[in-house]
Nanobody, 124 residues
Framework: QVELVESGGGLVQAGGSVKLSCAAS????????MGWFRQAPGKERDFVAG????????FYADSVKGRFTISRDNAKNTVYLQMNSLKPEDTAVYYC?????????????????WGQGTQVTVSS
């Protein structure tokens, strides 16, 4: 069982930056690939970024590549999402998720545990 709690969301102007954190409970955090997803009103939950158990491999959606950076600190049981050059279309609720599968997945159905989400609003 893994419990995930996101923090760091808020209101930011276009072009600004926000860093999200996701703290995990339990002693097996390093056993999970971690992902960040986002969901805007009326839309599906989309993959944003993923990171392997060790942190050695990262993956990004094309829409955020070059602007967002995912990282993790296994000693602190925390995964981060640094978001730079934010655009109004980045406005969404951002969720972190944990997956014990073989590879980092982009399909949200692969993820077993989810946080409650944190709202990020980018004003133009």
């Amino acid at each position: 069982q893994v419990e995930l709690v996101e923090s760091g969301g808020g209101l930011v102007q276009a072009g600004g930056s926000v860093k999200l954190s996701c703290a995990a409970s339990g002693r097996t955090f390093s056993s999970y690939h971690m992902g960040w997803f986002r969901q805007a009103p009326g839309k599906e939950r989309d993959f944003v970024a993923g990171i392997s158990r060790s942190g050695g491999s990262t993956f990004y959606a094309d829409s955020v590549k070059g602007r967002f950076t995912i990282s993790r600190d296994n000693a602190k049981n925390t995964v981060y999402l640094q978001m730079n050059s934010l655009k109004p279309e980045d406005t969404a609720v951002y969720y972190c998720a944990a997956d014990s599968g073989l590879r980092v997945a982009v399909n949200p159905k692969r993820y077993e545990y989810w946080g409650q989400g944190t709202q990020v609003t980018v004003s133009s």
